[in-house]
């Protein structure tokens, strides 16, 4: 059978000098919690524990008490925080990676595009008065005539 514990902080009831804790054992009736005096042994001798109004209990030692639980979330947020810096150090690695593709793939049709303008202004200056450039439907540029018995076959 396991022991007891403490909720975080010290209680006192109205009017009583003695120290209380607040321990976890579930009470019935809602709004009573299960207490025991600090400087007694209630881990071992059940009797000297007893309900109170969880109303009528003071916390004696709030601001030690509320700066224990600002350093735990503020522990449990930093911990949040690495997990999403860890999270976004590996999206930007998979982003930086997805760039440098695009990059070189942009890189690779400036080149294609600037090859066939130099394709195109080639065919256009050796172009005799009566040619002319046209495209296929698979983009190859093709030479054309006027006259439709010049056309090769």
Not at 94 to 102: A, G, H, K
């Amino acid at each position: 059978m396991s022991l007891p514990t403490p909720r975080p902080g010290r209680y006192r009831e109205a009017g009583s000098p003695h120290t209380l804790l607040i321990l976890d054992i579930p009470v019935p009736v809602p709004g009573m919690v299960m207490v025991a005096r600090e400087d007694e042994p209630w881990e071992t001798q059940p009797e000297l524990r007893w309900r109170a109004w969880e109303a009528d209990l003071t916390l004696v030692d709030g601001e030690k008490t509320l700066r224990n639980l600002q350093a735990r979330l503020d522990r449990l947020a930093i911990e949040q925080l690495r997990a999403e810096v860890a999270r976004l150090d590996a999206e930007n690695h998979r982003l930086s990676f997805e760039l440098e593709e695009t990059e070189r793939e942009l890189r690779w049709a400036d080149d294609a595009a600037r090859m066939w303008q130099e394709d195109f202004q080639r065919l256009e200056e050796s172009l005799a008065p009566d040619q002319s450039i046209g495209l296929t439907k698979t983009g190859a540029l093709v030479l054309m005539t006027a006259n439709p018995e010049a056309r090769p076959s």
